[in-house]
């Protein structure tokens, strides 16, 4: 039992360890409110008019495929990619949530114009970060731009980050159009995280089966024991 605790520690100690380290694909995730026509009822009934309802807009990231450049005082951005620009786009998948229902915007044929941008408050005196899956026949994107002086700083465009908008230095738009859908965004958080490699997952799997062994051997001991 003692080589199983190990074991369980161990493993879940090692993923947490890869997912921190992992950043090369990264996951940036929006939340606000979302106003404008659902005309093809992708988040409920067709021709439905959204006014202010909650959304979560997610941009999954391979940030080897962008072009970083440096600029004075440690500012980083991420160049875009995609069909038109004859490198490969960065963004992998990009989706959308409302009324508890996923819309996955097309992203093949490869995206049109793909973005993923961040720049730390040193050079501008803000923080910007956005991201953007635009095709020939969908356009997505969300900008938030804020001049809040406790924003994160953000070193490299894996910087993995959470941040809630001071509304009084945020702006923030986005827009979602396809299939006849309108819809405007405004931004209250943004977050980076780092997405887990397939491996880690096996091993916080092996962790976590470990630690459910352990407390099944304990309350077998101690049903015996009574």
Do not use: C
Request: hydrophobic share 40%; no cysteine.
């Amino acid at each position: 039992m003692k080589i199983l605790r190990t074991v369980a520690l161990a493993s879940t100690a090692l993923a947490l360890v890869s997912t921190a380290a992992s950043a090369d694909i990264v996951i940036e995730t929006f939340t606000g409110t979302a106003t404008g026509l659902d005309a093809a009822g992708y988040f409920g009934t067709p021709g439905a008019q959204l006014n202010n309802v909650a959304y979560q807009a997610s941009y999954v990231i391979n940030t080897n495929l962008l072009g970083a450049s440096q600029f004075n005082n440690g500012s980083i951005f991420g160049t875009n990619g995609g069909a038109n620009s004859g490198t490969p786009s960065p963004v992998i998948s990009a989706s959308l949530t409302i009324n508890n229902i996923t819309f996955n915007v097309p992203v093949s044929p490869p995206l049109a114009y793909s973005e993923y941008y961040v720049t730390n408050k040193n050079l501008y005196g803000e923080l910007v970060v956005t991201g953007f899956a635009n095709s020939s026949t969908a356009n997505f994107y969300n900008v938030g731009i804020s001049t809040d002086p406790n924003a994160p700083l953000v070193t490299s465009l894996n910087t993995l980050f959470s941040y809630t908008f001071a509304p009084a230095s945020n702006q923030s738009y986005g827009f979602f159009g396809y299939g006849g859908d309108n819809l405007n965004f405004h931004i209250n958080t943004v977050a980076v995280s780092a997405v887990p490699e397939p491996s880690t997952w096996a091993m916080m799997i092996l962790g976590f089966a470990g630690v459910g062994y352990m407390t099944y051997r304990r309350r077998k001991v101690a049903a015996l024991a009574a």
